[in-house]
């Protein structure tokens, strides 16, 4: 992007890429970089490419030509737009964002059922290198920040109407240890206070960030750049 230093890291870069869907022609020789901890806005009209764009990333759709490059360790994290209804735990399901940590905490239990006490120092260890001692309050304060009571913490996942469960998935995405993080309109089911919350939110995230808002306020403040998805194309912007 320019303004952008010589030497930062690129996140992402899509080189001469086309993609078809169905009749419809999204892209044609579009190309389009993301660099490390940059945070740009995706704006363009209906059907212009902006989610397609991240099932691309995600590796959701394939590529017709040109190329979609990134760091191979690089974590992605993104909103799902399907709320699940289930007997789930609200906190649970947004601890569950952070796979290693759970992965390791179930370690932890089989070592303990097992008696492995030497396996379950190391495991301890790796749990501390996962911040996972404060994964559960940092947990709570995302679903604070979205709109959650305290009350809400131990309540099934079914107990919420659709627009909570989104929220839910944007908790269990921000839990989720990421380098690149994709967000499709996460204001949509959000009130005031949880859009400033989300804001402030983003402006501490230290990766590199892809958003998708038609809330052009929203990106005024979150992003320092923009993607304009237009004519097969897309032509970035830097600044806000």
């Known amino acids: 992007m320019a303004g952008l230093p010589e030497n930062t890291a690129t996140m992402l870069s899509l080189t001469n890429l086309s993609l078809r869907r169905g009749a419809d022609l999204l892209f044609a020789g579009a190309s389009f970089t993301l660099h490390q901890g940059r945070k740009v806005g995706l704006v363009g009209a209906n059907g212009a490419g902006k ?6 990333i995600l590796g959701e759709l394939e ?14 994290a993104h909103l799902e737009q399907e709320a699940p209804s289930s007997d789930e ?9 952070d796979k290693a940590l759970m992965a390791t905490q179930a370690a932890i239990e089989k070592a303990e059922t097992e008696g492995n006490f030497s ?53 269990q995405t921000l839990m989720t240890p990421s380098d690149l993080l994709l967000l499709d309109e996460p204001t ?20 590199a960030l892809m958003l998708i808002s038609h809330d052009r306020e929203f990106l005024d403040e979150t992003v320092d750049g923009i993607a304009y998805l237009h004519h097969q194309t897309i032509e970035l912007f830097s600044g806000k």
């Open 63 to 76: 590529i017709d030509q040109g190329s979609l490059d990134y760091p191979p360790e690089t974590r992605i």
């Open 119 to 171: 396996q379950i120092a190391s495991l301890h260890e790796r749990l501390d290198s996962l911040d996972g001692y404060t994964a559960r309050s940092r947990a709570e304060q995302l679903m604070l920040g979205l709109g959650f009571k305290a009350t809400d913490f131990q309540q099934p996942l079914r107990a919420f109407s659709g627009g909570w469960r989104i929220r839910l998935n944007l908790a």
């Open 188 to 207: 949509n089911h959000l009130d005031l206070d949880a859009i400033v919350w989300l804001g402030n939110w983003i402006k501490d995230y230290r990766g």
């Open 89 to 97: 735990l609200a906190l649970d399901y947004v601890l569950a964002g």
């Open 51 to 56: 989610t397609s764009l991240f099932k691309l």
